[in-house]
């Protein structure tokens, strides 16, 4: 698995947290100072904790199972959307729409409503309506495509949460919290960790502190994703070699068993000859037998 050094991490400003009147004293043991008023997370932390996230998702995602990334701040979302759609998972960007998780049915609706309008679109129905009326349904498209558009492939709920933004995005964390969702999260010096299952302690404003963090747990997920497919491969070779031996098995009974009919065959067939063989003898040992000249009674 990638590993994240603490110089990377350095060099992105990472370590640079909130000022020191904004802070959460659930931070106290991810800080390592305070300098100019401004309080330093340990890097050191961050970097375990990191790499105790990064175990987490690999294993989610070679069970299959879907990770929903979260980051609607300005700074983040063009960072995320571009990230996440390298591993094929479901990301929001937008307004996170409020019971997405709790009223997922409700979502999977407005999902499905997107569908229907593409496939009405091709209809002669919809090419009759008015120009006011197409414009309104291409609207109302556009607007599902802006907000759900990411997670239209999400058939069910996810398996996990990844929240650039714990404070910025508390109801998404309030939602997974009350149906049990893990919660993997950057945390920054004014959030408060204890709500989070996997605490990232690391500086969620800057844009390359954003990005380093995201694109190594993209990498995990990524490298969790490639292990299952070579699993899967490999059961398949397996199965396949499996079926071919088999095959071969069935292959070579069937024609030991063709053999063996064959020959026995044979042996019925030359029974046979040598039966009919010894019947005729007899036949004909009868035949000359029965043929013998009488002999003739003369007369005085």
Do not use: C
């Not at 100072?33 to 998702?57: C, F, P, S, W």
């Not at 398949?236 to 020959?263: C, F, G, P, Y």
């Amino acid at each position: 698995m990638t590993k994240v050094s603490f110089d990377n991490l350095l060099d992105a400003g990472v370590h640079f947290g909130h000022l020191k009147r904004k802070w959460n004293p659930n931070m106290a043991p991810y800080i390592f100072m305070e300098r100019n008023g401004i309080h330093i997370i340990d890097l050191y932390k961050t970097v375990a904790k990191l790499e105790e996230a990064q175990k987490a998702l690999k294993q989610i995602a070679m069970s299959g199972r879907r990770i929903l990334f979260v980051a609607t701040k300005k700074q983040a979302k063009e960072i995320v959307a571009e990230s996440v759609k390298k591993v094929n998972m479901p990301y929001v960007t937008e307004r996170w729409p409020g019971g997405m998780l709790t009223n997922f049915a409700t979502i999977r609706k407005a999902v499905r409503k997107m569908s229907n309008i593409d496939k009405m679109a091709d209809t002669e129905a919809y090419k009759a309506l008015s120009k006011r009326e197409r414009l309104q349904i291409s609207r109302e498209r556009e607007k599902l495509e802006k907000n759900l558009g990411s997670i239209s492939d999400m058939s069910r709920l996810p398996a996990a949460l990844f929240i650039v933004d714990v404070n910025k995005e508390k109801i998404a964390v309030a939602e997974a919290r009350k149906l049990n969702i893990p919660i993997f999260g950057m945390v920054d010096t004014n959030s408060d960790p204890s709500n989070i299952d996997f605490a990232i302690p690391a500086n969620d404003d800057a844009s390359k502190s954003i990005s380093i963090i995201v694109n190594a747990a993209v990498m995990a997920v990524a490298e969790g994703l490639g292990e299952r497919k070579a699993a899967r491969d490999k059961q398949q070779a397996e199965e396949q070699k499996k079926k071919s031996v088999e095959e071969i098995d069935i292959k070579a009974k069937s024609e030991n068993l063709a053999k063996a009919e064959e020959e026995a065959d044979m042996e019925a067939e030359k029974g046979a000859k040598s039966e009919a063989g010894v019947r005729k003898a007899k036949d004909q040992d009868g035949g000359s037998k029965a043929k013998k000249p009488r002999k003739r009674i003369v007369k005085k």
